[in-house]
């Protein structure tokens, strides 16, 4: 069980907007960035955002991140069908001294 | 073109040792943090442990004590010694560097992953 928690699933329907959650502590997600990470099944994981709301060159701006106090969310606008894969999101933990990844979001596009 | 390609994995008994390596290539290796992430079959990413430009090193909890991080910058290489081997340590290992400071664009390239199997 992750200390950083995120839903196990979600899904939209084409060009709608999704939002993933991430839940954290004051010691985690409260006090450092969050990063986002998105996993086709089978491939290696691409960073999608960094320090909590920014995007890398080549990341559509349909995806964006936020945060507040001890939670973070990445958004997904005009849902695509190549959006279909699990996000996982990410932060540095000042008590353990470990990054922790929460238990990652499987996006179903219907 | 930025890469980082890992090799070593395997198949390994319980209580037994592997070493995984990651070498890296078109950038300056020296200046990035390097991590470990590893991901159980049908499991989410689980980090494992990062080595600081400065040689720093941290650990997940559950392999403190038995998996040692270690870095060649003359060689832009990265390691992982893993001894004392568990079932719940089989996974795909993945290699990824991170940026420090004003540099930190998150864990921006990452290797393929190699399968590391504890198994009788």
């Known amino acids: 069980q992750s200390i950083v928690t995120q839903p196990p699933s979600a899904s939209g329907t084409p060009g709608q907007r999704v939002t993933i959650s991430c839940s954290g502590s004051s010691s985690n997600i409260g006090s450092n960035s969050v990063y986002w990470y998105q996993q086709v099944p089978g491939t290696a994981p691409k960073l999608l955002i960094y320090?909590?709301?920014q995007r890398p060159s080549g990341v559509p701006d349909r995806f964006s991140g936020s945060k507040s106090g001890t939670s973070a969310s990445l958004a997904i606008s005009g849902l695509r069908s190549e959006d279909e894969a699990d996000y996982h999101c990410?932060?540095?933990?000042?008590?353990?001294?470990?990054?922790?990844f929460g238990g990652g979001t499987k996006l179903t596009v219907l | 073109e930025v890469q980082l390609v890992e090799s070593g994995g395997g198949l390994v008994q319980p209580g037994g040792s592997l070493r995984l390596s990651c070498a890296a290539s078109?950038?300056?290796?020296?200046?990035?943090?390097m991590h470990w992430v590893r991901q159980a079959t049908g499991k989410g990413l689980e980090w494992v442990s990062v080595i600081g430009t400065t040689g720093d090193t941290y650990y997940q909890g559950s392999v403190k004590g038995r998996f040692t991080i270690s870095r060649e910058n003359a060689k832009n290489s990265l390691y992982l010694q893993m001894n004392s081997l568990r079932a719940g340590d089989t996974a795909v290992y993945y290699c990824?560097?991170?940026?420090?400071?004003?540099?930190?664009?998150?864990?921006?390239?990452w290797g393929q992953g190699t399968t590391v199997t504890v198994s009788s």
């Open positions: 990410a932060t540095w933990d000042d008590s353990l001294s470990a990054w922790v």
């Open positions: 078109g950038f300056t290796f020296s200046s990035y943090d």
């Open positions: 320090r909590n709301n």
């Open positions: 990824t560097r991170k940026g420090v400071g004003a540099t930190d664009y998150g864990m921006d390239v």
